[in-house]
């Protein structure tokens, strides 16, 4: 089923009015139906399940490398050798105080699953039958700004799904909207 461009215009005043009169003077929030980014080419035939993990490489690098950096500073500051322990604990400490709402949040990593019977994203689980329908919401958040699927229940609820931690060198937003559409059994 698609969605109405009044419900896609509300959902869109939404999400405007949660962001600052600043970042709308730049850019504005765009959605349109997940069919007007699908490309069929993109789709693999026959496939029953497929599954999109967030990319955490670039947050657990930069993680690793601050913690290194820190180790680097703090045996610099202490050179006595009963004292070297001191930035290894220093790096432990650093890295469970920012590996966690920086690589393993389950906020930032999740997975998106797309089957015949519905989508499933993170903790959240929708079958077909509970979806209305499907859109891609562009919120002008940072330098680019930030893709989320919007996922839009039968009661006119929605769930937004954020696609900033997936990465695809060809598109992340067009292949996952493909996979919805390919799924999607009411299309």
């Known amino acids: 089923m698609t969605l109405s461009p009044i419900l896609l215009q509300h959902i869109r005043e939404t999400e405007e009015d949660r962001l600052s009169s600043f970042t709308l003077f730049f850019r504005s929030v765009t959605i349109a139906p997940t069919a007007s980014y699908a490309r069929p080419s993109l789709v693999k035939e026959d496939t029953d399940e497929i599954k999109f993990r967030a990319n955490m490489l670039i947050p657990g690098l930069v993680a690793v490398f601050a913690g290194l950096l820190l180790i680097l500073v703090a045996a ?31 906020k930032r ?18 079958k077909w039958s509970e979806i209305m329908g499907t859109a ?3 919120l002008p958040k940072g330098k680019q700004g930030t893709n989320y699927l919007v996922i839009v229940l039968q ?33």
């Open 76 to 106: 610099d500051m202490f050179t006595h050798l009963q004292l070297i322990m001191v930035p290894v604990l220093l790096f432990l400490v650093f890295m469970n105080l920012l590996a966690w709402p920086l690589v393993l949040s389950p």
């Open 136 to 138: 891609i919401l562009h």
């Open 155 to 187: 009661d006119e609820t929605y769930y937004k799904c954020n696609l900033g931690y997936f990465i695809s060198f060809w598109g992340f937003t067009d292949k996952l909207a493909s996979y919805v559409e390919y799924f999607n059994p009411a299309i």
């Open 109 to 126: 990593n999740y997975t998106i699953i797309l089957n015949r019977n519905g989508i499933a994203a993170g903790n959240k689980s929708f």
